[in-house]
């Protein structure tokens, strides 16, 4: 029988653990947390986005994305406008003050992944890093 750390899925299972507490102690002070900052990362790099979208596109419950992006309303980081092509949808759009959240965590974001990454040297960080978009972007969302 094969030990708990010969399982790849338990070992990636405990790196999200470690990743996620890591990440949302250095949101603590914002008041955000790690999945709040997954949203506010995907919609920095898009014009806006549907729930539906944003659910699907970040693996999240649809009734989790409502409550995330009212908290992120409440902070000023994001917005609900109306949709271009459907006036009965909502867009959720990134707004300055979440642009410059995000800008003045980049550093701080920056030193939580190496403080995770640390035992790898750079060419060990830049190969995992390849392998897991192979994964994530192999697989339907």
């Known amino acids: 029988m094969r030990g708990l750390h010969a399982d790849t899925g338990y070992l990636l299972y405990r790196l999200g653990l470690r990743s996620g507490q890591l990440f949302n102690t250095f949101l603590q002070e914002s008041g955000l947390r790690l999945r709040h900052y997954a949203v506010l990362r ?29 908290d992120l309303e409440k902070l000023g980081f994001a917005e609900r406008r109306p949709s271009p092509d459907d006036r009965r949808s909502r867009i959720v759009v990134l707004t300055a003050e979440g642009r410059t959240f995000l800008r003045d965590t980049d550093e701080a974001g920056l030193r939580v992944t190496n403080d995770l990454l640390d035992p790898l040297d750079p060419a060990e960080r830049e190969n995992l890093h390849g392998l897991l978009l192979r994964i994530v972007e192999d697989r339907p969302s």
């Open 42 to 70: 995907f919609l920095v790099t898009s014009d806006g986005a549907l729930q539906r979208e944003l659910s699907a596109r970040l693996g999240y419950d649809p009734s989790a994305i409502v409550g995330l992006v009212d």
